[in-house]
Every structure is written in C-alpha cells, then in structure tokens.
C-alpha cells in the first residue's frame, strides 16, 4: 500500500491555504440589507453619550465570496464523512442527517427559553423523555440536562457532591483519582475546591486497590473514575471500589466518556456510581461540531437528585409538562435549560436505535475494536494485552527506541493514507500512546483498510524513518510550527492603519 | 444494525479472528453481579419516517416564538439570519469533525475560529478574543475566575443589574469557595457608581456589569470602570454583541475583560441553548485565558497555517492547575457567528443595531401613550426595555398569546422583586404594522 502513496499527490489535488476572509471582497461589498425604517429613527443623543465612533473592521463580502470562502475551508476540513475517524476517547461515529433536521424543526429552533411552558409543552416531553432513556442506561434515576459538555458535567457533579457533604454538615478536601485520567478531571477538581490525590494504576491497567485504599479517609469528598477506563479496559474490580470509597463516606463518579462499550450490558449505577455524565456528543452520535456545542447531562442517584441544579422539565400527574426547582440544588451552571438543540438530535438517535439498537451498537463497537487490536498487536506493541472494551491503546514505544520514530510521525503519516490519526500521547501511563477507538460504524472494510495502512506504516519505519519525520505531504498544510504561534503569538487580524 | 456497516458475515469473520465464539465473550471482564441481565427498557428502535413522525410531533406541540409576533428578549433574541449561515453549518466537514487537534486536516474550523477571535476583537475593542465558551453566563463566570487569578484577589463584586440567571450561575460557581460574591443594588434600573463604590476595595478581584444591562437599560461604564479601577480590581463588561455596530466598545471606557452572549448572532433560540459565550481581554491576561486559542503560524514550506496554541494553560497539559476545566468552545456556534458578521458587516451590524433600537422606542412610547403602562425608570435604553403593566401581567399575556403575540417576558416571574413589571424586546424582524396591531389590542383587552 506505502507504493500508492507519495510524496506528491496523483489525483484530487488538495487545496492550499486561502486568505482571511477580511482580506477577500472589496470596500463597497454588500450581501445584506434591511428594509428600510418603518419608524421613526433614535438619534445617537438617546444613547447616552455611548454611540460608536468607530466602525469595527468587518468583512466586505458578497454573498458569493461568503459562499467560496467558507467552501474552501470546508474543503480543508477532515470530518466523520471524509473517512475513517478511530479518535480514542472521543467516539467518533457517524452522525444521522435527520438528527439535523429534526433540531432546526421550527417547532424546537424558533423557541424562546422564556416563553410561557404551556406553549413549549413538546419541548419540554422531549427533554423529560430523553432524560428517562439515560436514567435507564445508566441506572441512575435522576438526571440534570443543563451541562454543556462533558468537563461542565463533571463540574456540575462534584457542585452536586459538594453540596451533599456540605448538607451532611461534612467539609471535606481531596478527590482521588487515577493516573489514566483525563485532564478535565482534576481541572474540575481544582474549580470546585478539592485538592487531587492522584493514585496509580495496577498492573492490569485497572485501580490499584492499595493505592486507592491508602488514599481514602473521611477527608476524601470523591473519588472520579473513568470505567471503561482510558486504556479500554473494564475494571473487574469496580464493585469493591465503589464499596471502598462509600465505606468512608465519599461520592464514586463516574466519568462517561466510554459508555458507548456498555449500553445496554452494565450501567454505573448498578456499579455502585453515584453519579456520572454522558457525553451526548460521543455515546449519542450528536455532532462534535468542530470541538462544540454538544452536551453533558448528568445522572446521580436518589440521594442525590434534590441537589441537581434547576429548572428541571418534569411529567406531571396530569400527563402535562413543567419545570420544577430541586429542594436543595445547587442553582445553575448555565443559563435556560441546556442546549436543547443538541438534545433534540441525542433523542432523535435514541428513538431510531432503541433499547435493542442501543446495546447492538455497543457491541459492535467493542467488536471493531477488539478486531482492529487482534490486527495490530503485532505490528505495535500492546501494554495491556486483554480483551479490550470500544478502543484499546499501543505503544510507539519500540519504534522510537529502534527506529526514532515518534507516534506523532505515525500520526502525520496516516493522514497521507486518508485516515484521520487516533488519538496520540494519552493516557500518559503508556509510553508513546497510540489510543484507537473504530466505533460501531466503521465497516469490516475500512477497518482493514485502517489496519493495513498501521502496518504499512510501521514498515516504512523500519525502511524510511525521514519518510515518516517529514510526513504529512498530501494534506492543505504540513507540520507547523507550533513553537513559533507561542513565541510570536499571532492571535487576530488587524486592519491595516487607515483603514 | 442502524448505521453500522458490519454484517452478519463480517461479525462472524471479526469474532474469528478475535478467537471469540460469541459477543458475550468479548464482555466477560464486567463482573457478573454488575452485568445487565435483561434488555433495556426502553422502546424497540424503528425507521427514519417514524424519527421524522414522531419529533414532527413533539415540535408541534409547541407554540414557538418565531410563529408569533415576538417581543421577547431577556437574554436570548430572534434575529433574523440570512439564510447563507445554516447553509454553511450544514456542511459535513464542519459539523461532523472534532477538535482540530490535527493541524494539517483542521485548517477549516481553525482559520474560522481565527477570524471569529479577530471579529470579536472587533467589537469588543479588545486585543485578544479566545475560540467561545458555553455560552454568555458561563463566560461571565470565566471572567471573574479570571479576574482572581490576575489580582490574586478573590472578591468579586456584580451588578445587581445582571442577568439574574447569570448572577445564580456565578453563585454555583462560587460554591466551591473559589471567589465570594456581593451585588451592587439597583438605582433607578442601573448601577449606581457612588453604592458601587462603598463596595469595592483593595479586596475586589473584578467589578462586574453587563451593558445594556438585563432591564435594556445603558449602564454609565465609564464610571463604573473608574470605580474598579481605583481599587486595582479589574472591570469586566458584558455586552449585547448585537448592538457592537451602534454602542462604543467597552474597551473606550477602560474595560480589561469583556465577554457576553453571541446567540444574536446567527444562532437560533432554541429553547435557550446551544448559544455561544465569546470572551475577550487585553493583550497582558493573554497567559491567564481561559479555553482554546488558535494563533497564526507557518507549516514546514513556509506557508500560513492556523493551529491551536498557548496550550499549557489547558486541563490536557496542565491538569489541576489549568486556568480552566472547559475542554471545548461552540464552534459550530462561532462559525454562524463569523459567517454572520461576513454577511451583514459593520453597515449591516449597525443597521440591524440601530432598527432594533428605533423599534423599540417607537413600541415603548406607543405603549406609554396607551395608558395601561407605566415607565418605571428613566435611564437610557437601547432595544429592550422594562414597563409596569397596570393590570394582570399573566391575564395580559393569555389573552394576547391567543392572538398571535408573545407579550415579552413577564419578570415577575424571573425575580420576585420584579413583580408586575413586563420587560420588552425588539429586533430589526418587527415591523411598524405588527406594532402598532400589538398596541391595538393591548388597548382592546
């Protein structure tokens, strides 16, 4: 396959940079324009003495210009659709068109957050309904909608356990968590007050039970865990740990990064989890959008439900739809009631999979995965060589010791191949990490082709290793450089002076 | 199995290969006791028309503001978008892609998110923006996290004036005992510098105030800057970016921070979410920033490329002392904001600006003359406004709602202090027609 791809593209020549769109049109450019003033105009005298003087720099474009601009850099874009997308920990799967359809409904998009409820009833029997689903598939009853992402999840949890310690009149300090983590954990930890012990992990890739069982005392508020966790490995230990940290008093979160290995075949709740957060993103098939918007609701238990923060949509006794304030909550961490055009698209997936589907997915998820590790394991050394759940993490390791090879130049290579590169250099627990996550919609065929092209990769390696350290050569742009955007920071356009 | 391409045969050939005789081998690591040991309960799965059947349904069972003639505002506005914006945001290449932790295939979102920073730097007056947050209540709460870092002060102070969904956002975050939190009371619908000013001390981390503020009302920024400034605490504006064409940038009166609220531009309501937090500052708290930031720089040939940058402030290098946890921006959201800003431009923006503001007026006194409000401050407004209705606020909505109107929003009900009180919004998409009907039959109720 190395002999298909050269230097030099053949075919479908990829396009290069494009100007800055404040560099395109001309002075007198217009796309838009408004009817004229059907009432009487407001003189800059009402404004308080605050009227702009100065006009910002905006664009002078046309409507066709906007339309080759944003075109073109479309075109310099890698998404789910232009191929093969196996990002471990980010679940990449393909995205629904009828999701998209189905949020810009008139009926959900032209809402306003303050009008009156009796007017947004469907709206609110979708938000009650997808709630229901993920309490289901978490085992967890009472769910929260309003996070904006995983990380703001995660931080609307620990406010929750917080205020649940703070209400058992108990001030404690520190949140454990293991080494495999992802850094928004202990970033959370940090903005909700709580020092971070970090703990390491056995030699399983799971929880070490020593480490943690030293780390707990009363003074321990939670302890945060990804299971699956970020090596794809399922903690057989998990009902002991959760055991653990209740025995002192503590909170167990669950970080549901990986839920998309498990619907259907275990939920954190019946692991002994008090809450936990679904990335709606991810599991959920909403789009990443290009890092956002997606949406994090979180679920907790039944203890924990009147400290959620509110409004929470709720049914009725006479079948109809409102929002009620939990007894205790913790006020809001963000404004209206989460981004509901995300969740509208979460729901819609959750209707066309169903129960059955949703379980099906999970499956097939870890089948891919396991398939792909089978494939590779030879070619990449694998730390942890067990049954894997939805993605599995190698070692580049040996390639750079025998060859110095990175895993970035893995990275930067696969792209010439059309792959979009997995995710690289996390968990930080294994040495050059090379994280592979396929998800249940790539197809046998791609994740051959996938494969192959690893292999292919690990050969040139071996034969070419500055082959590999100048890659990529095919892409709109090659390697940057990274350390010249921090040194010579180049954070915005400026108009030119006079302009 | 529903968008999975794998057949039955190729599950055989993948379980071969894996050495496994069935799915359930590949799960034997959950410990039984904590296996689900039946299906979910939840609805089988079905087609794509019963998806469209069904959420066709739900949508309509709601009566959305767009359908109505709309006086709502309070944070969230219906603007019109031209239609170029959700055409953009339909392509595939930007919705369905992650992160641009990939340089070289990302060039899209990142030459986007560049030009998004550099519009809002635009009209914020500010040198550097980052690439969006959540939305404007999150951003606000960034800038005083932000703001406690830069003093080493953990005090903040917040106009009463606020949003009081963002207020209560700024409480649950305050919870963890990051920063204490006091408001500035309300004088006459806006910040009052001389109460402000027995409030602020050598203690205060930031002063912060939004303008217009959440009653429409224009806040006098220049003296509330002085007042935080004279304290060394920094002064953080939020601002309506939709009228960034008609009002001075707060950086004219000394602001170091200013975020907001960016939905105006381009995004729908929706129900409130998702929305766009922008947030911008000057060049000296560029290293205390908070989320992504993409720089400028050069590939290997030489060319200009866009990449991620100023990275060891964030949670995936710096972990628990990372400025942030947010580990993502709206891009999506940033992208209808840059295409919006394209299409309308600073004419357009000022014009969008300047109708809204004229609209607003013109419903205002119209609904003054009418006898059945009454003007319950005086400050300058710009194209939102507060009214004391004299009879039922709630009755007067029904029965208007009834008729094709949504009678604005009804702040009793948003704060108890508020009572009575009816706050009124305009944009450019109403017409002298649909006000002067409005009017008509408040009169006629």
Avoid at chain 1, 191 to 202: E, K, L, Q, R
Avoid at chain 1, 300 to 314: D, E, H
Avoid at chain 2, 323 to 341: E, K, M, P, W
Avoid at chain 2, 388 to 396: A, E, H, I, P
Wanted: charged content about 20%.
């Amino acid at each position: 396959m190395s002999a298909d791809v050269t230097k030099t593209p053949s075919s479908a020549p990829t396009r290069g940079p494009r100007e800055l769109i404040f560099e395109t049109g001309s002075p007198a450019a217009r796309c838009f324009e408004l009817p004229p003033l059907d009432v009487p105009e407001v003189g800059a005298e009402a404004l308080a003495g605050q009227a702009r003087t100065s006009a910002p720099a905006l664009p002078h474009v046309t409507e066709v210009e906007i339309a080759r601009h944003y075109h073109h850099l479309a075109t310099m874009n890698f998404g789910v659709d232009s191929g093969p997308y196996p990002l471990g920990s980010c679940t990449m799967k393909y995205n629904p068109r009828v999701n998209e359809d189905a949020c810009r409904l008139e009926g959900f998009a032209g809402l306003h957050p303050y009008q009156p409820l009796s007017t947004a009833q469907g709206a609110l029997e979708l938000m009650v309904s997808l709630a229901d689903a993920l309490a289901e598939v978490s085992g967890l009853p009472a769910v929260t909608l309003q996070p904006a992402a995983g990380a703001h999840g995660e931080l609307t949890a620990l406010l929750t356990f917080r205020a649940y310690h703070v209400a058992n009149g108990d001030a404690r300090k520190r949140v454990v968590i293991p080494d495999s983590a992802h850094g928004t954990n202990p970033a959370t930890v940090s903005m909700c007050g709580y020092d971070v012990v970090t703990i390491p992990s056995n030699e399983r890739g799971g929880v070490d039970m020593d480490a943690l069982r030293a780390a707990l005392d009363t003074d321990v508020a939670a302890f945060m865990l990804t299971n699956p966790n970020t090596l794809g490995l399922f903690d057989e230990n998990i009902a002991e740990i959760t055991e653990m940290v209740h025995a002192v008093g503590a909170l167990a979160y669950c970080d549901g990064a990986n839920m998309n290995a498990i619907m259907g075949k275990a939920r954190p709740g019946d692991m002994g989890f008090d809450a936990l957060h679904i990335n709606l993103h991810k599991t959920f098939s909403t789009p990443h959008g290009g890092g956002g918007p997606g949406a994090g609701p979180v679920c907790v238990t039944g203890a924990l439900a009147k400290f959620l923060p509110g409004p929470l949509p709720v049914r009725l006794g006479d079948g109809s739809f409102s929002l009620v304030w939990p007894e205790r909550s913790i006020g809001r961490v963000r404004s209206s009631f989460g981004n509901f055009g995300v969740l509208v698209r979460a729901y819609a997936y959750v209707l066309a999979l169903g129960g059955d589907g949703l379980r099906a997915a999970s499956e097939q998820a870890v089948l891919s995965a396991n398939y792909l590790k089978e494939r590779l394991k030879g070619a990449y050394p694998l730390p942890y060589d067990r049954t894997c759940m939805h993605e599995f993490v190698l070692s580049g390791g040996k390639l750079r010791k025998e060859h110095g090879v990175h895993t970035l130049d893995v990275a930067k290579r696969l792209l010439d191949y059309g792959f979009h590169p997995p995710t690289i250099y996390f968990p930080q627990i294994v040495d050059e990490a090379i994280m592979i996550e396929p998800t249940e919609t790539e197809g046998l065929a791609d994740l051959d082709r996938f494969a192959d092209a690893m292999i292919a990769i690990a050969a040139e390696a071996v034969s070419d290793p500055d082959l590999l350290h100048g890659a990529p050569y095919t892409t709109p742009v090659r390697r940057l450089d990274e350390a010249r955007a921090v040194k010579q920071p180049d954070l915005r356009w400026r108009p030119a002076a006079g302009e | 199995m529903r968008f999975s391409p794998a057949s039955c045969d190729d599950r055989a050939t993948m379980l071969a290969a894996v050495g496994a005789s069935s799915i359930d081998d590949l799960f034997a690591a959950i410990p039984e006791p904590v296996r689900l040991g039946r299906p979910l309960d939840l609805p089988d799965g079905v087609g794509e028309l019963e998806v469209v059947r069904t959420l066709r349904g739900l949508a309509g069972r709601t009566t959305p503001a767009t359908s109505l003639v709309s006086f709502a505002g309070a944070g969230c506005y219906d603007h019109y978008v031209p239609s170029i914006v959700d055409h953009i945001l339909r392509r595939p290449e930007f919705f369905t892609a992650y992160t641009p932790y990939q340089p070289e295939v990302s060039q899209g979102t990142l030459q986007n998110i560049y030009e998004f920073q550099s519009m809002i730097c635009e009209l914020t007056g500010m040198d550097v923006a980052n690439a969006s947050m959540y939305d404007g209540a999150t951003a606000f709460v960034e800038a005083a996290l932000m703001a406690a870092r830069v003093t080493k002060r953990s005090h903040v102070v917040v106009a009463g004036s606020v949003h009081p969904e963002w207020r209560v956002v700024l409480d649950t975050y305050a919870s963890s005992g990051a920063i204490t939190v006091a408001t500035c009371p309300v004088t006459d619908g806006v910040t009052a510098a001389a109460s402000l000013a027995s409030m602020v001390d050598a203690q205060t981390a930031a002063v912060l105030v939004a303008s217009p503020n959440f009653l429409g009302h224009i806040e006098d920024l220049a003296a509330i800057g002085d007042v935080a400034h004279a304290a060394g605490a920094l002064f953080v504006a939020a601002v309506n970016p939709a009228l960034s064409g008609v009002l001075e940038p707060p950086s004219v009166f000394g602001a170091d921070i200013v975020v907001g609220e960016g939905q105006p531009l381009g995004s729908s309501m929706s129900f409130g979410g998702p929305g766009l937090g922008f947030f911008a500052c000057k060049d000296a708290y560029l290293r205390q920033l908070p989320g992504r930031v993409v720089g400028r720089t050069l590939d290997v040939d030489g060319r200009g490329a866009f990449v991620l940058t100023m990275q060891t402030r964030e949670q995936h290098i710096r972990r628990e002392r990372a400025t942030s946890n947010i580990c993502s921006n709206h891009a999506l959201n940033a992208l209808a904001a840059a295409v919006y800003l394209s299409a309308v431009g600073a004419e357009g923006l000022a014009e969008v600006g300047r109708s809204s503001i004229a609209k607003a007026h013109y419903l205002h006194d119209a609904l003054v003359a009418s006898g059945l409000f009454e003007e319950v401050w005086k400050a300058p407004y710009a194209h939102e406004f507060a009214l004391r209705y004299t009879g039922d606020v709630q009755d007067m909505q029904d029965a208007l709602l009834e008729r094709g109107y949504l009678a604005g929003v009804d702040l009793g009900l948003v704060d108890p202090g508020l009572d009575g009180l009816v706050l009124f919004a305009c944009t450019e998409k109403r017409t002298r027609d649909e006000i002067d009907s409005f009017v008509r039959e408040v009169v006629s109720l």
